[in-house]
């Protein structure tokens, strides 16, 4: 349980780096 937790705040935090990635590619670009 503890790990299916640890994953899913992974996948939700990496999810999170590429919306910023894309914020800030859009907002140089």
Known sequence: MY???NNLYI???SKQL???YIILT???L
């Open 3 to 5: 790990m299916g937790t």
């Open 18 to 20: 590429n919306i910023n």
């Open 26 to 28: 859009k907002t140089f």
């Open 11 to 13: 996948f939700v935090f």
